[in-house]
Each structure stands twice: as structure tokens, then as C-alpha cells.
């Protein structure tokens, strides 16, 4: 086999903004994982040995011939680019050439390799100081690549020192070995530590699937996966000018001589695909913002714009103080992305970011809504199954045909469901109003959603709903909340009021939260204030006043936004028709973010067919169940 390892020019080296990338175990593995990623490898084992400073990645890639083992470790060789052109269309996880190299510095380095299965053996190559091939021998090996990094930092001692805690570096081992599998879910992974496996990763078929065995709490069924294939951004024949002042500032970093061109010409840019997975607000969220990752053509990276516009996506959507589960993958053309930022290859300039932000919104927006599409994956949550077990705790099965009244049983019930939606109203001592009206405005969006039949009220609170799956229970005032909230931040309005709403003893701090939301107040005595505008939707209500208060407590226009939506929503108490509740839940199934209210509450219980068909063993042979 030719060789394919080669040493990169010069003018190619000085365009690569390179430096120093192995500085703990975690640098140490990521190189030599990504090389077998490379290779093409879906069984990859790492060895570690912290207190022998060693460590080892074996995987079943295509191997590496005798000709590219005698110059894999010199400085700058790869078999990933050639010339200064491939920098702007990077397709393999490294391409520096530069790993293999700087081990040999700090560390000594063996490879075992065997390229093609039909090949007698493989070869085993000791590699010294530069890189240079210290002994080459035949080996028996299964086709692959074994990869031995020994006495690492042995060369420079210091550096020891400086590092974490082993504890703390097994950690950072975790975490990249995870980062890296979620972008390769169909590679099976097993580490081990100490001689004793640490813990080990099945293939998937998705990113999403791969998840739980990450992140043990969450569930499959606390995810909704989504891909899509986007639209080609436009592309200039040139790179940005960003792109090409940090090309040119590398460069001259290295060598002020060095020739570079700033005419690029790109290929068209084949298709790019988005793939989402997220946690659905209602029942899977964080308490840190530590799970949302955004991958760029297989490998994980930081860009914060992008995670800016996730954050956003989610708005009003979770609890106070949570943050949203969000794995982002975007696979684009090699074009739009510059590697040549982080030694590590953590950060990237990425072209056309806007469009990238607003189809990462648009994705989120799609997946937080209930339809056809999503609604058989979001009918099975953990509190149905908590729910059935407590039912079948308080029931049991019996011969006796005969119906028994049970008063109380409908009461325990409706007290377990309203422990599992947790009704936190925040005007828990408010007299409820049931004479409040059921204002729902038509905003003209186009509701794609399957149809939702209104079919009983529950201790007016409850509405049960038909629908294809199964039953649901939504709670009628956190999702007619929900409707109005949407409504108010897309329609928000200050209208005038005569006459004006005198409130007695503001403070100041009052006055002005009243002024920054946008109303018009002014003295209008001693202790005395008027207001002459409201939020339209408060303008009718009789407790207006009461209202104008609460919104002088504090918070941004949001804030205020969310306030004036808790309170013009209907109130639990409020007896509905049943033309109402089928306008509601219209109105509610065709929101943008229908899983949660703005407080993060959940405003939606399913009760799937089949959940029911196991709680009335439905399952059961019928002959059996009689005995027979």
C-alpha cells in the first residue's frame, strides 16, 4: 500500500494556527481517539494507568501501513490535508499532524498497526525525541491500531505538578470521551481504568438514544428527536474577512515571509442537515446550564451565539432558576467552518452565523410543539406511571361483580392528580372568579395539529381531552395562560384609561417599575398617584388596581408580561362550556410553546391507550382471567 502520511510544506504550516495540544490525559486521549475515529474505527477501548502515566487506545480502524509508521510521528505529518486549499475544507477531526509529534516530546510512544486483513502480521514501531522511528518489528495484531503513550510528561516533569488532582483528570477523561461518543453514536466505546472497567457506551442509532446512557435521569420518552434538512446558505466566492485576517494573522505569526494567498475558490456547498435532540420543558430540564452542546460536523464546539439562541428558543418555557436539556448537531459544508481558531479545535468561526441561529430557532420552535408528530412520543412520561401505581395500590381485583359506591375514591384521585401537576397558583388566596370571560383571540396561526375533542370539565379545573392516543388532562387556567401570554408578547399594548386609577403610598421604586413597563403616572396629591394607562387586557377587569400593584413589585417588561397573562387567565373555579374548552384547547395546541406555561409549569397530563389498556389488563386472555 502507498504511502499516505506525508509531511506538509511549510506555507501550509504557517497558515495553521497551532500550539502546544497535549497538556493532561484528557488532551492525551482526545488525540488518539479522534485518530481512530479517523481511521474509521466503531470499536474504540481505552486503557488508563494515572499513576503509571500511561495510557493506551486500541480500536478496529483501517490501520496504518509500514511506510506511513515511519513518518506518522514527525512534525506536521498527515494523511488528512496535503495543501493550503484543504485547510477550508476539513472533513477528519484532526489535521494538523501534530499530536503524534509533540507525545513523542513529552512522553514515549508505541504503535501497533495492521492495515489490511489479508496482510500476515502487523508491525510494532518505538518512536524517539522528534518523532524519529527508534525500532520497527513485525507483530501479531487483529486489524486495527494500538496506540501506547507511556511516562507522559516524563520529559517535562513541571507540567505534573501543575495538573488537577487524579480524580479531577479521570473526570475531564469522561467528559471528553462523552462529547466525543455523542457525535459518533454508532461507536461502541469501553474504558477501562486501573485494569478494571470504568464504564462502557452501546452503540445507538442517534445522538438521542445514546443520551440516557450519559445522563441517567433523563428517559427516552423525556426527549424529542428532530432532523432536518436545511436550506444551502448563500456562500461568497471569498471567505469572510474574518476568515481571512485570522488565516493571514497565523501565518504571520509564524513567518512574516510566508506567501498566502486570499483567493479561494470553493465548490458549490453540498446539502446541510440539522439534527436536534431535546428535553421537553415539561419534564426534563437542569438545574445548571451544563447540557446544551452544540456539535459542528462531528465534533463539539463552542459557539456561544448559537447557545445564546438556544437559551432564547427556551424562554418562558421552564421553571425559575432550570435550564433546558439541548444536544445541537449541525453537519454543514467544510466551507462555512474555520478550524484554524483553537489549538484544541473547541472554538470555530462559522460563516453565515445568523442563518444558523435563526434555523436552530425555528428547529427548537417545531420540536416544543404537540402534533401529529410529536404527540406519540410525548404520551409517556414518569407520571403516568407513578399515577397507574398508585391506582392499582388502591385497587384490587376481586370476583365481585357487583358496583360499589366509593365517594371518596373519586376525591383521592383528583388529589393525586393535582399533586402530580403541582397547582402552584401564584394568587393561591384570591377569591376565583367565575364570572371572568374567556377572552381568546384569534391570532391566525395555522394549527397543523391533530384534533383535540373537548369532552368533560373536572372539578372545573380539569378539561379531558379525546384525542387519537389516548386521554389528556389539561389544566385550564395554566394553558389559557399560556394562549394569552403568547398574545400579549406578540401584541403588547399600553392603552389609555378615564378615569385614572389612584393608588395610595407607592414608593418610589413602584413608581419607577410602573414608568419602566411603560404606564403613564403621576402625583396627584400627598401619597397619592394616578395612573392613566394599563395593559389593554387589564383595562376591563375589576381588579385592575390589584393588578397595577403586583406589577409595580418588580421584574422586567417580560416579567410583567408574565404577570398580566396569570392574571387575565381564566381561573380555576370557572365553570366552561363546552364550545369554550374546545376554543381553548384550539387556541392552547396552536401556540408556539404549548408543553409549559410561562412559570415552567407542566399544562398537560397524558393518559396514552396504552397505559390504560395495562391498568384494565386489557392484556389478559379473557378465558384465564375467568378461571378457566
Known amino acids: 500500500m502507498a504511502s499516505t502520511i506525508q509531511t506538509l510544506p511549510n506555507e501550509v504550516v504557517y497558515l495553521i494556527a497551532a500550539g502546544e495540544v497535549i497538556d493532561s490525559f484528557a488532551a492525551v486521549v482526545r488525540e488518539l ?21 500511561r495510557v493506551r487506545v486500541a480500536d478496529n480502524g483501517c490501520g496504518i501501513n509500514y511506510e506511513d509508521l515511519e513518518n506518522a510521528a514527525i512534525a506536521h505529518s498527515t494523511s488528512k490535508i496535503h495543501e493550503g486549499a484543504d485547510l477550508w475544507k476539513i ?57 501506547t503513550v507511556s511516562n507522559l510528561f516524563g520529559n517535562c516533569r513541571e507540567r505534573r505538578q501543575g495538573l488537577p488532582n487524579t480524580n479531577q483528570q479521570m473526570k475531564a477523561v469522561q467528559a471528553i470521551i462523552y462529547q466525543i461518543a455523542l457525535c459518533h453514536p454508532q461507536v461502541a466505546w469501553q474504558v477501562w481504568l486501573r485494569d478494571r472497567i470504568w464504564f462502557s457506551l452501546s452503540p445507538s442509532a442517534t445522538m438521542g438514544k445514546l443520551l440516557p446512557q450519559i445522563l441517567h435521569q433523563v428517559r427516552q420518552g423525556d426527549l424529542h428527536e428532530l432532523q432536518v434538512e436545511l436550506p444551502t446558505p448563500l456562500l461568497e466566492h471569498n471567505p469572510s474577512p474574518e476568515f481571512v485576517f485570522q488565516s493571514v494573522k497565523s501565518a504571520l505569526t509564524y513567518n512574516t515571509s510566508a506567501p498566502i494567498s486570499t483567493s479561494f475558490h470553493l465548490p458549490l456547498i453540498p446539502s446541510c442537515k440539522l439534527h436536534l435532540v431535546i428535553g421537553l420543558p415539561d419534564r426534563c430540564h437542569r438545574h445548571r446550564p451544563d447540557w446544551v452542546r452544540i456539535a459542528v460536523n462531528k465534533r463539539m464546539v463552542k459557539v456561544s451565539e448559537i447557545e ?43 460563516n453565515n452565523l445568523h442563518f444558523w441561529q435563526e434555523q436552530v430557532s425555528e428547529a427548537i420552535a417545531a420540536s416544543l410543539r404537540i402534533n401529529s408528530d410529536t404527540v406519540s412520543e410525548a404520551v409517556q412520561t414518569s407520571r403516568v406511571g407513578q399515577l397507574i401505581k398508585v391506582a392499582e395500590a388502591q385497587n384490587g381485583y376481586n370476583t365481585n361483580r357487583s358496583i360499589a359506591s366509593q365517594p371518596g375514591k373519586q376525591q383521592e384521585i383528583n388529589q393525586e392528580i393535582n399533586q402530580e401537576n403541582g397547582d402552584s397558583h401564584p394568587y393561591p388566596n384570591k377569591t376565583l372568579l367565575t364570572n371572568s370571560p374567556l377572552s381568546i383571540q384569534d391570532d391566525g396561526r395555522d394549527v397543523t395539529t391533530s384534533k383535540l375533542k373537548a369532552v368533560a370539565q373536572i372539578n372545573n379545573m380539569y378539561i379531558v381531552v379525546e384525542h387519537c392516543d389516548g386521554v389528556w388532562l389539561v389544566e385550564q387556567h395554566i394553558a389559557h395562560e399560556r394562549v394569552l401570554y403568547e398574545q400579549i408578547c406578540d401584541r403588547w399594548q399600553i392603552v389609555a384609561i ?52 403586583e406589577l409595580s413589585q418588580g421584574g422586567d417588561l417580560q416579567a410583567a408580561q408574565v404577570a398580566v397573562a396569570c392574571r387575565s387567565a381564566i381561573r380555576n373555579g370557572t365553570v366552561l362550556t363546552m364550545p369554550e374548552m374546545q376554543t381553548l384547547l384550539e387556541q392552547w395546541q396552536s401556540t408556539r410553546n404549548p408543553r409549559t406555561c410561562p412559570h415552567g409549569r407542566p399544562i398537560c397530563l397524558s393518559l396514552p391507550e396504552s397505559s390504560l389498556s395495562r391498568y384494565f389488563k386489557r392484556h389478559w386472555v379473557v378465558g384465564k382471567s375467568h378461571g378457566i
Not at 477528519?92 to 504503535?111: C, M
Not at 489490511?116 to 491500531?145: F, H, S
Open 33 to 53: 481517539v479522534e485518530n481512530s475515529l479517523d481511521a474509521g474505527a466503531n470499536r474504540i477501548v481505552v486503557y488508563l494507568h494515572p499513576e503509571q502515566w
Open 91 to 147: 472533513r477528519s477531526l484532526g489535521f494538523r499532524g501534530e499530536a503524534l509529534h509533540s507525545l513523542t516530546t513529552l512522553a514515549n510512544l508505541e504503535i501497533l498497526s495492521r492495515a489490511n486483513r489479508n496482510d500476515g502480521c502487523g508491525w510494532r514501531a518505538v518512536y524517539g525525541a522528534g518523532g524519529k522511528v527508534l525500532q520497527m518489528e513485525a507483530t501479531a495484531i487483529a486489524p486495527g491500531t494500538v496506540v
Open 308 to 350: 445564546q439562541s438556544v437559551f432564547s428558543a427556551f424562554h418562558r418555557t421552564l421553571p425559575r432558576d432550570r435550564f433546558p436539556v439541548c444536544l445541537l448537531h449541525l453537519e454543514i459544508a467544510p466551507e462555512q467552518i474555520n478550524w484554524n481558531r483553537n489549538p484544541a479545535k473547541s472554538e470555530i468561526y462559522l
Open 498 to 549: 378615564e378615569p385614572a386609577l389612584i393608588l395610595f403610598q407607592l414608593a418610589i421604586a413602584q413608581v419607577e417599575q410602573l414608568q419602566r413597563i411603560g404606564l403613564d403616572i403621576e402625583p396627584f396629591g400627598e401619597n397619592l398617584w394616578a395612573v392613566r394607562s394599563v395593559p389593554a387586557m387589564l383595562k376591563e377587569r375589576e381588579d385592575c388596581s390589584e393588578a397595577i400593584l
